[in-house]
Each structure stands twice: as C-alpha cells, then as structure tokens.
C-alpha cells in the first residue's frame, strides 16, 4: 500500500550497476511519487519495470528549458514528484541543482533520499588517501583546457575524482602523465557490476595497461594528492639543472614544482642563481 507523501521535491539515488543496490526508502518513495522526473525516460522506465512500478515519466536532462522546470515546479507544489538520475545520486554532475535550488527559493519542501555514488564507491576502493578530497566532474575535452584544469587542481592537497569516459580514458592519463607523472592514479570502472576493476600505478603504466586492454563502461579516475614529504636521497638542485639544461628558469621551477610539491617563488629564486 502507498504511503500518502507531502507535495515537494524528492531527490532519490538510484543504483549505479547492481539494481540490488536500491534503498527500501528509495522504492517506497518511488511508489508514491506522483510523477519521476528523470534524465532518460528509457533508462528509468527498466528500474520501474524492475521495481514492477508504473509512474509519469517526465524527462529533465542538460537540455531542459525554462518551461520544463516551471512544469515541474508548479507540478511539485501540489503533488510529491521524485528526480532521478540515469545511475547514482542526482546532482552529482547532472543538472538537477537548478531545479532545487528554484525549489527552495519558492518554499517548496525539498527532501533529498542518500544512496549510491559512483565518485564515493571509487574513492572507498582506490586506496588513495580520503581524509580529503576533491569531486571534479568530467575534465575539459580539448587537449590544452584539460591540461590547464589538471595544473590548477594538481596544487589541492587531496585525492582528485573525475568521471570519464572509456573512449577519452587514454587522453586523460596522457595529460596526467604530461602535468602530474609522479602522482599515484586508480581508476575504477564497472563498478558494482559483474566485471567491476580498480586499478592504480603511474599514468604511464595505466596508460600502457589499457592500451593493451581497451576498457567499457563508465570510469572513476582518481588522483593522488601532493606529497610533502620527498625521499631523503632527492636532489632538488639536480632536478633544477636537468630541467634548466632545455627550459627557462620559471619553466624549470613549474615543472620541479609539481613534481616534488616544493614551493614554486623558491624553486625559481634557486633555479636563476644555478643559471
């Protein structure tokens, strides 16, 4: 029997892979939502056959227009409507806070149901440090925004989660290896399926695995903070002359910066008096 539920938004996570993983909070909301809200109608009509439910559907995705969210709006002040996404917790990288954040500013109860996340189950499995870390959605897709992105964030003394892609897996460890070579890299896909993989080294040794091994499926990659401690035989003098040998004092204490986490204005104070 449906429970009778109050009109307002209701945000529920969804399973990643494994549908076993669905809360029995997140069915009985289903089952009383007046309507889901959802990113692919096809993708969310097999969980409600799994679930053996039949509910409105109505489609809210990245091309939503102002008029859909009104829709959805003006329908959530008189009835409970559920917003979904393709796979995980909604909001996380998909388009949903606008919706809430309407919501809120008009008074609307806004509940939100805790599940599954792709980006939580990756970092639980990598092995990476997870006192702190920083969720970055997708990296740019042009080679040079991308690398930009990674110098920026490389600097955040925490683990990195991206979501990526299959297809563009090769060109992201690429610019791992180019900006960040020495940090530790995992990445995890399939998760929670039958052919669930987590796997970490460099980037040049993932980026050799998976050349040989073409993966599917959607992909967490995690990065490594920082390290602030340097093995003891280290010769950051030695790394400035190396670098010196074919780039320019600031180019070489960037490069020596990221590398070994040593503060930049210093390294390049030191690398202009060794040329």
């Known amino acids: 029997m449906e429970q009778s539920l109050s009109p307002g938004l209701y945000i529920v996570a969804t399973p990643i892979g494994n549908l076993g993983d ?7 909301m289903l089952r009383s939502a007046s309507a ?11 969980l ?3 679930l053996g439910l039949k509910k409105r559907l109505i489609r809210y995705d990245d091309h939503a227009s102002e008029n859909d969210r009104e829709r959805l709006l003006s329908l959530m002040v008189e009835e409970p409507v559920a917003l979904v996404s393709d796979a995980g917790t909604p909001l996380i990288s998909d388009p949903g806070y606008r919706l809430v954040r309407l919501a809120r500013e008009r008074g609307i109860a806004v509940t ?23 969720f970055a959605g997708f990296l740019p897709n042009k080679a040079k925004a991308r690398e930009e992105a990674l110098a920026e964030l490389g600097a955040v003394k925490a683990t990195l989660i991206f979501y990526e892609t299959a297809p563009r897996l090769d060109a992201a460890l690429s610019a791992i290896d180019s900006v960040l070579p020495r940090r530790e890299v995992a990445v995890a896909r399939e998760l929670t399926k039958r052919f669930e993989e987590c796997r970490s080294g460099t980037p040049s040794e993932l980026s050799a695995h998976y050349a040989a091994h073409p993966p599917k499926g959607e992909i967490v990659l995690m990065i490594g ?18 670098e010196l040998a074919e780039a320019k004092p600031s180019q070489a204490a960037a490069r020596v910066a990221k590398a070994t986490g040593k503060d930049r204005k210093e390294l390049y104070a030191r690398a202009m008096e060794l040329k």
């Not at 669905?22 to 009985?28: M, P």
């Not at 889901?36 to 097999?46: I, P």
């Not at 599954?116 to 440090?129: F, R």
Request: charged share 20%; hydrophobic share 40%; glycine share 6%.
């Open 22 to 28: 669905i809360t029995l909070r997140a069915v009985e």
């Open 112 to 134: 939100s149901l805790p599940g599954p996340s792709a980006a939580v189950v990756g970092m639980t499995l990598s092995g990476l440090p997870n006192d702190r870390f920083l």
């Open 36 to 46: 889901v809200a959802c990113e692919d109608t096809r993708v969310t009509g097999k």
């Open 225 to 242: 903070p920082p390290s602030d401690e340097l093995p003891e035989n280290v010769d950051i003098d030695a790394l400035l002359l190396a």
């Open 48 to 50: 409600m056959h799994h």
